[in-house]
């Protein structure tokens, strides 16, 4: 009898220790969404003034990264989770199964956790830019000479698409894995850092409590130790402030996640979006018959092959093959425009963030 009731024990632990299906996913949803959440606030910023923030939209992926890695690496040292697994009441454990383990990482675990929780992330996002810039060049027909190295790149960036596929079948085979109890973790970088996931309990609590309470002053200790306290506790104290805002506003970047979302785009256009004009008459048909001489005079003039309005803003030369910037509305050279929106990513001349696919070219009866 009791070695039945300790059995029973230990099962009624492991079951109560293991989050379900929804709680795993939802917590990693959480961090999905507070991503590109951010990156459009950052995009406002840098549309809003370009010249004080426009360094935020150019380097987003690795000042996200520098904040990620700051962020994680507090909650994994003090709560052995992430941001979002703490959010939702869970911890990191090393152990197999049986009883519940105890609050704390170990070493190996803690920094092969942090690479894959920042590092993936990251990477995923440059190769999808990348791939999204090689589609863009593929649309505008532009082929340059590329060396065999270059080659070899642009086929592991192709590539790219079916590894993704192929990881998203093991992520799915995994889920189901773990939805039968056949796997102890729902997402393969879990297991390839050697941890899983568990619930939070009350001791848990306390040891985090316990940790918190003994990191003092060492009023005593030598310079250098003082100057490691005060270093460290600046970064706890930044890692504090960052999650406490993020906490309190991750309903609304899930909101802000939701709002600007590619399915939800035609809903936004609908609500905020003006009415579109109708299209302008070509004006020699409008005024051929019935234009005072005065304004056909300055409207030749506009149209002299060295009129200020047909110069390209860059080369300082008559504009050929003319493309407008969607976002700012100036008129370029093709050829110079695309060379310098894939380069700097924003207009030469009023700083907005843009893309190639802002690009839009001109085309006029008289071409």
Same mark, same amino acid.
């Given at each position: 009898a009791a070695m039945a009731e300790s059995g +029973?024990? /230990?099962?009624?632990?492991?079951?109560?220790?293991?989050?379900?299906?929804?709680?795993? /996913? &939802?917590?990693?949803? *959480? =961090?999905?969404? @507070?991503?590109? &959440?951010l990156r459009h606030a950052v995009k406002v910023l840098a549309e809003s003034n370009p010249s004080r923030f426009g360094f935020l939209w150019q380097r987003f992926d690795e000042l996200y990264l520098l904040l990620d890695l700051l962020l994680q690496n507090h909650f994994l040292s003090h709560c052995s989770a992430s941001f979002s697994e703490n959010f939702y009441g869970l911890k990191r454990v090393s152990g197999g199964r049986g009883l519940p383990v105890r609050l704390g990482l170990h070493r190996r675990s803690h920094w092969r956790s942090l690479l894959l929780l920042c590092l993936v992330?990251? *990477?995923? +996002? !440059?190769?999808?830019a990348t791939l999204a810039r090689q589609r863009d060049e593929e649309d505008f027909s532009i082929r340059l000479a590329q060396t065999r190295s270059q080659r070899l790149y642009r086929a592991a960036v192709a590539a790219y698409p079916y590894v993704s596929s192929a990881w998203q079948a093991w992520v799915f085979c995994q889920? *189901?894995?773990? @939805?039968f109890g056949v796997s102890r973790t729902h997402n393969p970088l879990l297991w390839l850092a050697r941890v899983r996931l568990a619930r939070l309990n009350a001791q848990d609590i306390r040891? =985090?409590?316990? !940790?918190?309470? !003994?990191?003092?002053?060492?009023?005593?200790?030598?310079? /250098?130790?003082?100057?490691?306290? /005060?270093?460290?506790? +600046?970064?706890?104290?930044?890692?504090?402030?960052l999650s406490t805002s993020l906490s309190l506003g991750v309903f609304f970047l899930q909101f802000l996640e939701w709002w600007y979302s590619s399915d939800?785009?035609?809903?936004? !256009?609908?609500l905020t979006s003006l009415p579109a004009p109708p299209p302008p008459l070509h004006l020699q048909q409008e005024h051929s018959c019935q234009d005072p001489p005065s304004i056909s005079a300055n409207h030749s003039?506009?149209?002299?092959?060295?009129?200020?309005? =047909?110069? %390209?803003?860059? %080369?300082?030369? *008559?504009?050929?093959?003319?493309?407008?910037?969607?976002?700012?509305g100036f008129v370029f050279c093709?050829? %110079? @425009?695309?060379t310098y929106v894939k380069a700097n990513r924003r207009c030469p001349v009023t700083g907005y963030p843009t893309e190639l696919q802002h690009l839009i070219k001109i085309y006029s009866p008289e071409s």
């Open positions: +029973a024990h /230990l099962t009624s632990a492991t079951v109560n220790e293991q989050p379900s299906i929804f709680e795993v /996913l &939802a917590q990693e949803s *959480l =961090m999905e969404a @507070i991503r590109p &959440a992330p990251y *990477l995923r +996002a !440059k190769l999808e889920q *189901l894995f773990f @939805i040891d =985090m409590e316990l !940790k918190t309470s !003994k990191t003092g002053n060492p009023a005593e200790g030598s310079l /250098l130790q003082r100057v490691w306290w /005060l270093t460290s506790q +600046a970064v706890r104290g930044v890692a504090l402030s939800n785009q035609s809903t936004v !256009k609908t003039e506009e149209t002299q092959p060295g009129s200020r309005s =047909m110069t %390209c803003p860059l %080369c300082r030369g *008559l504009r050929t093959n003319a493309t407008v910037l969607s976002t700012s093709y050829r %110079c @425009i695309y």
